[in-house]
DNA sequence: GTCTATATAATGATAGAC
DNA sequence: GTCTATCATTATATAGAC
């Protein structure tokens, strides 16, 4: 088999269960099975477990790239933009509802168990704030452009956890409405 | 030593271990180490580890009992006892920075691991909702209290991921401040 | 009630045949 | 590049002496 390709299957299935099940309670034993690849050729790709974290986080950072570049190219303004980012909580709700948001589990685990790649983890919020800050200024609010990224990103975050938790499926379009509802008043000074 | 000393030595220091580093991360030993007790006395107290984790959620769910009760009774209007809520991430600033919320993160492992005691600890968060919502429909906002107590639930368990995360001393405060200015409104039509 | 010694299973990781 | 066989370590958990 090639070498690429069966590595990027480890790295596939390795994404997943992260998710589903957390970094740590991932085995190479599972991975290997969901690959159909035995244990000791795995080591031939991946010399440890740290590894194949760290190609995921690179695999989730290009990833997130590509989607706010998508909707950077996509959205026809600023606002727009901003409502991609809330929307996700839709598209991926049933996810959520099981596992969380990928990013802010990740990074939590990784800051429980101060783990070295924690500062890489953290990058994918860092790519996301970035970017909801630059919609943000471009609405005019260059003054709160940074803070007002933060909160839109915590409510996101609290919004994902209370959802796997209590498992409610109209708790998170509420939440949806009430977010799109509170950026609307940020929307008007724009033109 | 006596029997119920050493059992709640054990819950205290698996507590604080769970929190601090995940409760799958903690192992025996480690607890046995901090309650300077051997491994093998560990199981006359409990049988096996998820034994453990039902004593401290059980403790957890006690804590929190208490500390509504406290709130309740000190409190002088709804709106102040709200704000005690909103002040708990000020007063565990600290170590929320360096852990996250000890309610959310171990809810959110639990949910990942799938793990029986995911409905236990789901009883902290229910506790807090409807003691929230008690005191929103204090304010007369029967009709949506629940909603608004998911709401301030959600928000502070994004402000905790978030601080955690970034490690910002500043973004709690800065937070909390937004907290207690979304609740002033609602504060307005009590009397 | 606490200890030491041990059983058993799973983990991350390596060596070497093909 | 993939496999089987194996290692060292750690984990939960048990048995039995004191």
Redesign the interface.
Known sequence: MNKNLTREKIINAADDLFY???F??TSFSQISVQVKVSRGNFYYHFKTKNDILTAVIERRLKNTSTMLAQWQSQGQSPTERIRSFINILILNREKIQ???CPV??L???L???NHPSKENA?EI?TQFHAWLSHQFSQLKHNHDAD?LA??L???????A??A???NDKN?IK??VD?LHAWLTPYTNSLY
């Open positions: 589903q099940q957390g740590e309670h099981k596992f969380g802010g589990t990074n939590s685990e800051v429980k168990l953290k919020f803070i933060m909160h990103l915590a409510r996101s975050q609290g919004i956890t209370l796997s938790v209590f708790y509420q939440e009430s």
